[in-house]
């Protein structure tokens, strides 16, 4: 799947692998759609939050690229326009 797809699939739950074998089988999947992270950023200041800081974190099983982040913003009055 390219980065920049906006296909639409089913999966399981996030951490659903740290869940009981038993439970997990139970589990309803989940519908996602994964975002770049142009996408996150923007949907976060065009909401009128100014970002204080950014953050990427290790994946948990590849150090060498990206798994999680950290967004820290606060909330502006005015509503930033584009």
Do not use: Q
Not at 21 to 50: H, L, Q
Not at 53 to 65: K, L, M, R, Y
């Amino acid at each position: 799947m390219s980065y920049f797809s906006t296909e639409i699939f089913e999966g399981e739950m996030a951490h659903a692998r740290f869940i009981d074998d038993e439970i997990r089988r139970k589990m309803p999947k989940c519908i996602y759609r994964k975002y770049t992270m142009s996408e996150i950023i923007n949907a976060v200041t065009d909401s009128g939050f100014v970002l204080k800081s950014f953050d990427e974190h290790p994946a948990w099983t590849n150090e060498n690229v990206p798994g999680e982040f950290t967004v820290i913003a606060f909330k502006t009055r005015k509503k930033r326009i584009r």
